[in-house]
């Protein structure tokens, strides 16, 4: 009988807890939004100016987007006896890889002022005592992006990855591309 009584007290005890806990997650939660309630017109991108990246991109609702597939770099010389006689060094993969992304845009009526975000995969350069060369990546990055031709700083991840699909590429890059409100998508 006692300890029916400490069970029922316990019970009693942890359901009260769980009821002040939970009205207290709901009171939490009617706090406003730190997101402005005016819907997003246009992409906005934002973040510290002086970095090379954005921070992150609003989008507004109903826009469309393109996503390329990683693309990897053009051949220079396919009887180039190194990697870099066959595809160049990082910096030279990356310049070769966003030229190809900004025909595959252009394709589509896009530019590369478009980009909204880059994954960007990198491997490891023998060449360079197989270290990452991550500095190669950002000198052909800013050749494209963050500049006065094309000052948009699209958000961006950068990773070091054991390989790719091909050992002699140092770099891959996937891009997403968001379409001006108005534009003509067919």
């Keep these: 009988m006692m300890i029916t ?6 019970a009693a005890v942890t359901l ?6 939970v009205s207290a997650y ?3 939660t009617e706090k406003s939004s730190k997101y402005p309630s005016e819907p997003i017109h246009e992409v906005e991108f934002y973040g510290n100016p002086a970095s ?5 991109v609003s989008v507004p609702a109903g826009s469309s987007y393109l996503f ?15 990697v870099y006689e066959r595809y160049g ?3 030279t993969q990356g310049i070769g890889i966003l030229k190809e ?10 530019t590369l002022a478009d980009v909204a975000y880059l994954r960007v995969y990198i491997t490891a350069d023998a060449a360079k005592e197989g270290k990452f060369d991550y500095q190669g990546w950002f000198d052909a990055y800013a050749q494209f992006f963050g500049n006065e031709a094309n000052p948009v700083k699209p958000a961006r991840s950068t990773v070091g990855v054991a390989g790719l699909v ?6 891959e890059i996937e891009a997403v591309a968001v379409y001006p409100k108005h534009h003509n998508q067919n």
């Design 101 to 110: 992304i900004e025909k595959q845009l252009k394709d589509k009526g896009l």
């Design 68 to 82: 390329t597939s990683g693309t990897v770099p053009p051949v220079l010389n396919k009887e180039g006896k190194t």
């Design 26 to 28: 709901a009171a939490g």
């Design 52 to 56: 090379s990246i954005s921070a992150g």
């Design 5 to 10: 009584k400490k069970v029922k007290t316990i």
């Design 89 to 91: 060094d990082t910096k």
């Design 166 to 171: 091909n050992s002699d590429w140092l770099i």
């Design 16 to 21: 009260g807890s769980c009821l002040i806990c």
